[in-house]
T-cell receptor, first 111, second 113 residues
Framework: DAKTTQPPSMDCAEGRAANLPCNHS???????VYWYRQIHSQGPQYIIH???NNETNEMASLIITEDRKSSTLILPHATLRDTAVYYC????????????FGAGTTVTVRA | SQTIHQWPATLVQPVGSPLSLECTVE??????LYWYRQAAGRGLQLLFY??????ISSEVPQNLSASRPQDRQFILSSKKLLLSDSGFYLC????????????FGPGTRLTVL
């Protein structure tokens, strides 16, 4: 069973913020939310992860709801190079070896 | 800094032929290592992972095997390829302590004809 639900696709205008939703209503207390992206014909790239607090790094921001049942990845100023498949993954702590990739959201940034 | 290499980048093989894909990691020691496969238009499927030399865990029954002869070397093999083995093969590594993030290699695109 998939632990996360994401829309299959979304478009975004270049220079605008892209807000990518993810539902993870069955997340347990010790599980983290991870985001990766995969540009066509490349390996996935780590973006950000969080447990319950909002997180920000040089690539994106992660907003996790208070009940932790959903989250939003924000790309503040999307560029054409941000066109990719974005994966939201729920994962346990360091003792959990695996990342389970679903279908993700195909984000297309348009000029 | 750490880097991960995979080769070859692309490979075309006939059905029934053997396979050997190699992955090496530089700049870290005792990493966890992973093999994933991505069929055309599909998501990533975890095939094998390894927490140390000679330690391999298989996630799905298949026509493939993995070995870890050295700390930073991970090999994916098959004795006889099937058409269904075609896909994009990705190797990844993760630290055993500190930041819990998997880092992926550039991948090998395998076409079995």
């Amino acid at each position: 069973d998939a632990k996360t639900t994401q829309p299959p696709s979304m478009d975004c205008a270049e220079g605008r913020a892209a807000n990518l939703p993810c539902n993870h209503s069955t997340i347990s207390g010790n599980e983290y939310v991870y985001w990766y992206r995969q540009i066509h014909s490349q390996g996935p790239q780590y973006i950000i992860h969080g447990l319950k607090n909002n997180e920000t790094n040089e690539m994106a921001s992660l907003i996790i709801t208070e009940d932790r049942k959903s989250s939003t990845l924000i790309l503040p100023h999307a560029t054409l190079r941000d066109t990719a498949v974005y994966y939201c993954i729920v994962k346990g702590g360091s003792n959990d070896y695996k990342l389970s990739f679903g279908a993700g959201t195909t984000v297309t940034v348009r000029a | 800094s750490q880097t991960i290499h995979q080769w070859p980048a692309t490979l075309v093989q006939p059905v029934g032929s053997p396979l050997s894909l190699e992955c090496t990691v530089e700049g870290t020691s005792n990493p966890n290592l992973y093999w994933y496969r991505q069929a055309a238009g599909r998501g990533l499927q975890l095939l094998f992972y390894s927490v140390g030399i000679g330690q391999i865990s298989s996630e799905v029954p298949q026509n493939l095997s993995a070995s870890r002869p050295q700390d930073r070397q991970f090999i994916l093999s098959s004795k006889k390829l099937l058409l269904s083995d075609s896909g994009f093969y990705l190797c990844a590594w993760r630290r055993t302590s500190g930041k819990d993030t998997q880092y992926f290699g550039p991948g090998t695109r395998l076409t079995v004809l």
